[in-house]
């Protein structure tokens, strides 16, 4: 898929793939493009900033985990993530419900 | 030194802010990296073609560093106007109640009782009442 189409969702998108629970990035990597079905092809790179920024903005708690030799930063949602994703999670829907009613009325 | 070292060093390197905020991304993306790199050795490949997979779903390093930095420098600008605006309205409060005390029309709050019972009936962090000149 596109890359366009995802980068102005980022943040619904990894706030969702947390909404199970606590992952580290590389795991929301995978979540996501297992989820999606290999649809979202874009630059992993660009995950851990966001995820960064959803800390600093409250959204997103995280702490180190040892696993074996490897330390990863493992993510989680605050209840204001919880709420935002509630909220985000609306407009996306609204969103679409408008675009799907504008294609199939044409 | 692998390519996925490389790649870190310069990633490293491009980062601004401070330095314990870029050791933890740093931290976080190398592990990304070597998870990435196992897994597509765990599927069969060789680790020089693993390593290029790797980097190239990863993506741009600088473009990836340039948006880490962009937002510590909004934040670090967002706290540092903050900061100034307190500043700011503290001066300005504290010229004002200069001024009022100094025109007389808003004296300085009594100082507050420390027992119990005072506090009870004191009217103390109150204006006290304006002062007479006694005419």
Known sequence: ????????????????????????????????????????????????????????????????????????????????????????????????????AVIESA | ???????????????????????????????HLHDAVDAELAGGTGRAAAEQAVLARFGDLHASAQLWNRDRALRRGASRRNALILACAAVAAAALGVAQHASGRNPPPRPCATDQRALMTSSCGLPSAPRSNGN
């Open chain 2, 1 to 31: 030194m692998s390519a996925i070292e490389r790649a870190v060093a310069a990633y490293a390197a491009q980062l601004r802010g401070p330095r314990r905020a870029r050791r933890r991304l740093v931290d976080e993306v190398e592990a």
């Open chain 1, 1 to 100: 898929m596109a890359r366009e189409p995802f980068s102005g969702h980022l943040d619904l998108v990894l706030l969702a793939a947390l909404d199970a629970g606590p992952r580290h990035g590389y795991g929301v990597i995978e979540h996501i493009r297992r989820s999606s079905g290999g649809h979202f092809d874009y630059p992993e790179g660009t995950v851990y900033p966001a995820l960064h920024r959803l800390e600093a903005d409250g959204l997103l708690r995280s702490a180190w985990s040892e696993d074996g030799a490897r330390r990863r930063r493992v993510y989680e949602m605050t209840p204001r993530g919880r709420q935002a994703l509630a909220g985000r999670r609306t407009q996306w829907e609204r969103f679409a419900q408008s675009v799907t």
